[in-house]
């Protein structure tokens, strides 16, 4: 019977042997990623323009053959994840992607752009949502990350708002479960707390659990967790922040408690935005605007088209139009593709009885 050490040292020749193998694979599939960059750039049409690197259909496509052909013993999702970084590595050889998010450092939405684009993307914050879009519309970056809607708090106004305005496109979808942590510095001791910081949408995220273990204790909304991260590492003792994993790194706080969202499954959407249009992934969203007339039946000759087509609505906003002219702007969700039918005939039957019809994107369903 061989020893604990000698089976161990078989096993770990064995692991030598496969990462061997893995390495190799992975450089071979980076020197293909290079080979397409080449026929990107050999084909392009204005040779004044950068040919599209990252495309996001083909990424999809990819992580779902991923968790699709995974026998385990590891899981779908962590699998796509190590699948994730190897491709962004992969594009970053081909361009590097820089991608605008809304900031500072250590936001929700930068661990969005990271779940999204993966690592090797080079992600830039920004200070506010209209910096992000106008980032991008300057092409300072390639894309942008904005939060849309959260769970338990609802729309993200201000995002959608942009999209009256902006010609950029919708090019994907991330959706990151948040879990709140009250962060502290070392050793702080958490009876002793005297304010807590957060951004507003946190502390409504956490009310309750706050009413319940803190409800004499002074809330503070500013900018951003990350800032109140900061704030927190920077003021001291008595003083603690509501924030996710990234800002409790970066600012070097500790979990005084974990996981205390009032919801469970409190999880947040945001958009990728940039300048192309994405061909179809076989499993897509679409998302348009609607302006229509104040008039009776407005929304039903709206909605109607999609019901006969039988396209499936996943999600309806209203928002008050500008200027009294046009009654109300829809923000409509729909199962499919722009290019595909039914999504483009009920889009064209739509359109002539609307004041305006605007796609904003066909991108892939959100994988991961
Ligand atoms: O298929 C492509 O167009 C590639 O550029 C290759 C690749 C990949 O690594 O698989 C890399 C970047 C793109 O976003 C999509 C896929």
Redesign the pocket.
């Known amino acids: 019977m061989a020893t604990e050490q000698e089976q161990l040292a078989k096993l770990r020749d064995e692991i030598d042997e496969i990462d061997r193998h893995i390495h190799e694979l992975i450089n071979q ?1 980076a020197q293909c ?1 290079q080979r ?2 080449e026929v ?1 750039m050999a084909h392009r049409t204005d040779v004044t323009e950068e040919p599209v ?4 259909e ?2 999809a496509q ?1 992580l779902r053959k991923v968790m699709e052909r995974n026998k385990g013993p590891l899981d779908s999702e962590e699998v796509a994840r190590l699948f994730r970084e ?2 962004s590595a ?2 970053a050889l ?1 361009r590097p992607t820089r991608v605008a998010f809304l900031g500072p450092e250590g936001t929700f939405t930068q661990q969005a752009a990271l779940k999204h684009f993966g690592h090797s993307a080079v992600c830039v914050p920004m200070p506010t949502i209209d910096d992000v879009f106008r980032e991008v519309e300057a092409k300072a970056v390639k894309y942008g990350v904005v939060p849309i809607e959260n769970s338990t708090e609802g729309v993200v106004h201000h995002t959608l708002d942009n999209f009256r305005s902006s010609e950029l496109k919708i090019s994907g979808e991330v959706e990151l479960r948040i879990h709140q942590h009250l962060l502290v510095k070392p050793d702080t001791e958490p009876s002793r707390i005297t304010r807590i910081y957060s951004h507003q949408q946190s502390l409504a995220q956490c009310r309750l659990w706050l009413d319940s273990r803190f409800p004499n204790v002074e809330r503070i909304a500013v900018s951003s967790n990350a800032e109140a991260a900061r704030r927190a590492a920077a003021e001291g003792e008595h003083v603690a922040a509501i924030a996710g994993e990234m800002a409790a790194k970066l600012y070097g706080l500790e979990h005084a408690f974990n996981n205390i969202e009032d919801h469970p499954d409190n999880s947040t959407r945001f958009l990728i935005i940039g300048h192309e249009s994405v061909g179809s992934s076989q499993r897509d969203k679409t998302s348009i605007l609607v302006n229509a007339r104040n008039q009776p039946g407005a929304l039903y000759h709206i909605l109607e088209p999609f019901h006969r087509a039988g396209v499936d609505l996943t999600r309806i906003e209203t928002r008050p139009a500008n200027a009294g002219a046009w009654g109300y702007v829809f923000y409509i969700d729909l199962a499919g593709h722009q290019d595909e039918e039914p999504v483009n005939q009920a889009l064209s039957e739509v359109s002539s009885k609307v004041v305006e019809l605007k796609v904003l994107g066909s991108y892939p369903q959100a994988v991961l």
């Open positions: 599939r990623a397409v960059a990107k690197f990252y495309r996001p083909r990424e990819v190897i491709m992969c594009l081909e």
